[in-house]
Nanobody, 127 residues
């Protein structure tokens, strides 16, 4: 059974940091890319970062460049999103998704290249 599980969300003060994890089971990620998306209440789900497990190609949305870093551990079938300098506007549910690596990267920040989704983890940035 294919499964993606996000973890690492929580409540953090503005300027703080969190590291999200996306662990995959039921399939090998080597031919996939993992994308991180977020969705705030009343807003569309938006792509923020992605990494190819095959060759390490990355994508970052402009609004996270310099603050967020995506990384991978193929041996653990896991992708991480290090989020620094968090702002109240980063408050959202964060989801990871997996898709064929070239298609998923090429279609970011859209969702059309994603075949599998996790259940999400909540990130709240507030003082």
């Amino acid at each position: 059974q294919v499964q993606l599980v996000e973890s690492g969300g929580g409540l953090v003060q503005p300027g703080g940091s969190l590291r999200l994890s996306c662990a995959a089971s039921g399939f090998i990620l080597d031919d996939y890319a993992i994308g991180w998306f977020r969705q705030a209440p009343g807003r569309e789900r938006e792509g923020i970062s992605a990494i190819s497990m095959a060759d390490g190609t990355t994508y970052y949305a402009d609004f996270v460049k310099g603050r967020f870093t995506i990384s991978r551990d193929n041996a653990k079938n896991t992708v991480y999103l290090q989020m620094n300098g968090l702002k109240p506007g980063d408050t959202a549910s964060y989801y990871c998704g997996a898709g064929p690596h070239r298609l998923a990267i090429a279609t970011m920040p859209g969702r059309s290249g994603i075949d599998y989704w996790g259940q999400g983890t909540q990130v709240t940035v507030s003082s």
